[in-house]
Protein backbone atom coordinates (compact mmCIF):
# COMPACT_ATOMS: atom_id res chain seq x y z
CA UNK A 1 0.00 0.00 0.00
CA UNK A 2 1.61 3.31 -0.99
CA UNK A 3 1.42 6.35 1.45
CA UNK A 4 2.54 9.26 0.56
CA UNK A 5 1.36 11.62 3.90
CA UNK A 6 1.18 11.05 7.05
CA UNK A 7 -0.81 13.39 9.71
CA UNK A 8 -1.04 13.41 13.35
CA UNK A 9 -4.57 13.69 14.25
CA UNK A 10 -6.88 13.97 17.72
CA UNK A 11 -10.10 13.10 18.92
CA UNK A 12 -12.47 16.13 19.49
CA UNK A 13 -15.47 15.87 21.39
CA UNK A 14 -17.10 19.25 20.84
CA UNK A 15 -19.37 19.40 17.75
CA UNK A 16 -21.08 22.67 16.25
CA UNK A 17 -20.16 25.23 14.54
CA UNK A 18 -19.21 27.15 17.64
CA UNK A 19 -16.80 24.24 18.42
CA UNK A 20 -15.38 24.24 14.80
CA UNK A 21 -14.90 27.87 15.24
CA UNK A 22 -12.87 27.93 17.99
CA UNK A 23 -10.96 24.90 16.79
CA UNK A 24 -9.63 26.93 14.22
CA UNK A 25 -8.63 29.34 16.47
CA UNK A 26 -6.48 27.68 18.01
CA UNK A 27 -5.07 26.61 14.17
CA UNK A 28 -6.25 22.84 14.19
CA UNK A 29 -9.08 21.86 11.24
CA UNK A 30 -12.06 19.92 12.13
CA UNK A 31 -12.29 16.42 10.02
CA UNK A 32 -14.30 13.60 10.03
CA UNK A 33 -13.35 9.91 9.31
CA UNK A 34 -16.02 7.42 7.93
CA UNK A 35 -16.33 4.35 6.22
CA UNK A 36 -14.46 0.86 6.74
CA UNK A 37 -17.65 -0.48 8.42
CA UNK A 38 -17.06 2.09 11.77
CA UNK A 39 -18.35 4.59 13.01
CA UNK A 40 -17.29 8.11 12.17
CA UNK A 41 -14.88 10.05 13.94
CA UNK A 42 -14.20 13.33 14.02
CA UNK A 43 -10.97 14.73 14.32
CA UNK A 44 -8.84 18.00 14.63
CA UNK A 45 -5.61 17.88 11.97
CA UNK A 46 -2.73 20.49 12.48
CA UNK A 47 -3.68 23.08 10.26
CA UNK A 48 0.00 24.30 8.95
CA UNK A 49 0.77 20.66 7.97
CA UNK A 50 -2.35 19.97 6.16
CA UNK A 51 -2.03 23.99 4.03
CA UNK A 52 1.21 22.59 2.76
CA UNK A 53 0.12 20.06 0.91
CA UNK A 54 -3.26 21.12 -0.35
CA UNK A 55 -2.24 22.31 -3.65
CA UNK A 56 0.06 18.98 -4.39
CA UNK A 57 -2.62 16.85 -6.75
CA UNK A 58 -0.55 13.81 -5.12
CA UNK A 59 -2.63 14.92 -2.10
CA UNK A 60 -5.79 14.07 -3.12
CA UNK A 61 -4.47 10.24 -4.97
CA UNK A 62 -2.71 8.82 -2.41
CA UNK A 63 -2.87 7.09 1.05
CA UNK A 64 -2.41 9.05 3.76
CA UNK A 65 -2.13 7.70 7.31
CA UNK A 66 -3.57 9.36 10.35
CA UNK A 67 -1.21 8.74 13.77
CA UNK A 68 -4.67 8.91 16.10
CA UNK A 69 -3.39 8.58 19.53
CA UNK A 70 -2.03 4.98 19.82
CA UNK A 71 -3.04 3.66 16.28
CA UNK A 72 -2.11 4.37 12.86
CA UNK A 73 -5.42 4.67 10.24
CA UNK A 74 -5.02 4.74 6.72
CA UNK A 75 -7.48 6.92 4.69
CA UNK A 76 -7.90 8.99 0.99
CA UNK A 77 -9.10 12.39 1.12
CA UNK A 78 -12.68 12.77 -0.23
CA UNK A 79 -12.91 16.47 0.09
CA UNK A 80 -11.26 19.88 0.82
CA UNK A 81 -13.33 22.82 2.05
CA UNK A 82 -11.66 26.22 1.92
CA UNK A 83 -12.29 29.49 3.32
CA UNK A 84 -13.70 31.68 0.21
CA UNK A 85 -11.60 34.47 0.90
CA UNK A 86 -8.60 33.77 2.84
CA UNK A 87 -5.74 30.67 2.73
CA UNK A 88 -7.51 28.89 5.20
CA UNK A 89 -8.75 25.29 5.37
CA UNK A 90 -12.24 24.83 6.71
CA UNK A 91 -13.27 21.36 6.73
CA UNK A 92 -11.49 18.21 5.91
CA UNK A 93 -13.50 15.21 4.56
CA UNK A 94 -11.79 11.28 5.18
CA UNK A 95 -12.61 7.74 4.24
CA UNK A 96 -10.85 4.65 5.67
CA UNK A 97 -9.20 2.39 3.59
CA UNK A 98 -9.18 -1.15 4.38
CA UNK A 99 -6.81 -3.36 2.19
CA UNK A 100 -9.06 -6.06 0.51
CA UNK A 101 -12.07 -3.91 -0.27
CA UNK A 102 -11.26 -1.44 -3.54
CA UNK A 103 -11.71 2.06 -3.08
CA UNK A 104 -13.05 5.19 -5.75
CA UNK A 105 -11.21 7.85 -6.54
CA UNK A 106 -10.20 10.40 -9.03
CA UNK A 107 -6.64 10.87 -10.16
CA UNK A 108 -4.90 13.22 -11.96
CA UNK A 109 -4.21 12.64 -16.02
CA UNK A 110 -0.37 13.37 -17.07
CA UNK A 111 -0.29 13.81 -21.01
CA UNK A 112 3.04 13.57 -22.67
CA UNK A 113 4.58 14.37 -26.01
CA UNK A 114 2.38 17.03 -26.65
CA UNK A 115 4.94 19.65 -28.08
CA UNK A 116 6.49 16.77 -30.21
CA UNK A 117 3.38 15.59 -31.58
CA UNK A 118 2.77 15.88 -35.53
CA UNK A 119 -0.41 17.84 -35.11
CA UNK A 120 1.24 20.69 -33.06
CA UNK A 121 4.78 20.62 -33.86
CA UNK A 122 4.41 20.20 -38.19
CA UNK A 123 0.37 20.81 -38.61
CA UNK A 124 0.38 24.25 -36.20
CA UNK A 125 -2.84 22.47 -34.07
CA UNK A 126 -4.09 23.19 -30.81
CA UNK A 127 -3.86 20.88 -28.10
CA UNK A 128 -7.63 20.93 -26.01
CA UNK A 129 -7.58 18.93 -22.57
CA UNK A 130 -11.22 18.46 -22.31
CA UNK A 131 -10.48 16.25 -19.17
CA UNK A 132 -7.44 16.87 -16.15
CA UNK A 133 -8.62 13.73 -13.89
CA UNK A 134 -10.69 10.87 -13.95
CA UNK A 135 -12.70 8.30 -11.38
CA UNK A 136 -10.99 5.12 -11.10
CA UNK A 137 -11.35 2.02 -8.94
CA UNK A 138 -8.67 -0.26 -7.35
CA UNK A 139 -7.73 -2.65 -4.46
CA UNK A 140 -5.65 -0.20 -2.31
CA UNK A 141 -2.15 -1.74 -3.25
CA UNK A 142 -2.92 -1.20 -6.69
CA UNK A 143 -3.64 2.78 -6.12
CA UNK A 144 -1.40 4.68 -9.22
CA UNK A 145 -0.43 8.07 -8.42
CA UNK A 146 -1.41 9.07 -12.04
CA UNK A 147 -2.78 7.98 -15.27
CA UNK A 148 0.05 8.70 -18.30
CA UNK A 149 -1.59 9.46 -21.74
CA UNK A 150 0.56 9.92 -24.61
CA UNK A 151 0.09 12.10 -27.48
CA UNK A 152 3.45 11.97 -29.41
CA UNK A 153 2.01 10.67 -32.43
CA UNK A 154 -1.50 12.35 -32.72
CA UNK A 155 -2.51 14.78 -36.03
CA UNK A 156 -4.57 17.55 -36.42
CA UNK A 157 -8.31 16.99 -35.71
CA UNK A 158 -7.67 13.91 -33.54
CA UNK A 159 -9.31 12.92 -30.58
CA UNK A 160 -8.17 10.24 -27.94
CA UNK A 161 -10.76 8.66 -25.21
CA UNK A 162 -10.94 6.99 -21.79
CA UNK A 163 -10.74 4.18 -23.35
CA UNK A 164 -7.03 5.32 -25.09
CA UNK A 165 -5.59 5.65 -21.57
CA UNK A 166 -3.46 2.55 -20.82
CA UNK A 167 -4.18 1.12 -16.93
CA UNK A 168 -2.00 -0.58 -14.95
CA UNK A 169 -2.92 -4.06 -13.58
CA UNK A 170 -6.09 -3.88 -11.25
CA UNK A 171 -7.35 -0.40 -12.02
CA UNK A 172 -10.41 0.39 -14.30
CA UNK A 173 -12.57 3.44 -15.30
CA UNK A 174 -16.33 2.80 -13.79
CA UNK A 175 -17.30 5.20 -16.47
CA UNK A 176 -16.71 3.23 -19.52
CA UNK A 177 -19.34 1.04 -18.89
CA UNK A 178 -22.24 3.61 -20.34
CA UNK A 179 -19.50 6.86 -21.88
CA UNK A 180 -16.50 6.37 -23.53
CA UNK A 181 -15.77 10.40 -23.41
CA UNK A 182 -13.27 12.51 -24.98
CA UNK A 183 -10.17 13.53 -22.85
CA UNK A 184 -8.13 15.72 -25.33
CA UNK A 185 -7.94 16.93 -28.90
CA UNK A 186 -5.60 19.00 -31.57
CA UNK A 187 -7.65 21.13 -33.63
CA UNK A 188 -6.42 24.04 -35.90
CA UNK A 189 -6.46 27.62 -34.07
CA UNK A 190 -9.11 29.55 -33.92
CA UNK A 191 -8.85 33.10 -36.48
CA UNK A 192 -9.21 36.67 -34.24
CA UNK A 193 -11.33 38.36 -35.80
CA UNK A 194 -9.79 41.68 -37.46
CA UNK A 195 -11.23 44.76 -35.72
CA UNK A 196 -11.79 47.44 -38.37
CA UNK A 197 -9.88 50.64 -38.68
CA UNK A 198 -11.17 54.53 -37.77
CA UNK A 199 -11.28 54.95 -41.77
CA UNK A 200 -12.94 51.38 -42.53
CA UNK A 201 -15.35 52.38 -39.44
CA UNK A 202 -15.96 55.77 -41.30
CA UNK A 203 -16.35 54.62 -44.72
CA UNK A 204 -19.60 52.91 -44.46
CA UNK A 205 -21.12 56.06 -42.30
CA UNK A 206 -20.10 58.26 -45.08
CA UNK A 207 -21.97 56.40 -47.67
CA UNK A 208 -24.62 56.28 -45.89
CA UNK A 209 -24.89 59.71 -45.37
CA UNK A 210 -24.25 59.97 -48.78
CA UNK A 211 -26.88 57.76 -49.85
CA UNK A 212 -29.64 59.31 -47.38
CA UNK A 213 -29.07 63.37 -48.98
CA UNK A 214 -29.48 61.76 -52.28
CA UNK A 215 -33.47 61.46 -53.03
CA UNK A 216 -33.45 65.17 -50.74
CA UNK A 217 -31.60 66.61 -53.80
CA UNK A 218 -34.05 66.53 -56.01
CA UNK A 219 -37.59 68.36 -54.52
CA UNK A 220 -34.71 71.10 -53.89
CA UNK A 221 -33.53 71.75 -57.39
CA UNK A 222 -36.97 71.35 -58.23
CA UNK A 223 -37.91 74.42 -55.62
CA UNK A 224 -37.06 77.03 -58.53
CA UNK A 225 -39.57 76.03 -60.86
CA UNK A 226 -42.25 75.64 -58.59
CA UNK A 227 -41.78 79.34 -57.41
CA UNK A 228 -41.65 80.29 -61.26
CA UNK A 229 -45.20 78.40 -61.77
CA UNK A 230 -46.14 80.79 -58.65
CA UNK A 231 -45.48 83.64 -60.51
CA UNK A 232 -46.54 82.77 -63.68
CA UNK A 233 -49.97 82.50 -62.34
CA UNK A 234 -49.25 85.24 -60.42
CA UNK A 235 -49.32 87.54 -63.39
CA UNK A 236 -52.17 85.80 -64.92
CA UNK A 237 -54.39 87.14 -62.09
CA UNK A 238 -53.42 91.18 -62.75
CA UNK A 239 -54.43 90.29 -66.28
Known amino acids: MRIAFSFSAEPREAQGKGASRRLRHTNKVPAILYGGHAEAESLALEHHKLLTVVADERFYSSI ?7 RTQEAIV ?11 IVHVDLQRVTENEPIRLHVPIHFAGEAGSPGVKTQGGVVSHMLTDVEIICLPKDLPEYLELDLSQMNINDTKFLADIPLPSGVSIPHLAYRNAPVVS ?4 RVAEVEPTAEAAAAPAEGAAAAAGAPA ?4 EAAPAEAGKAGQKKEGGKK
Open 64 to 70: VQLKIGE
Open 78 to 88: KDVQMHPAKNQ
Open 186 to 189: IHSP
Open 217 to 220: AAPA
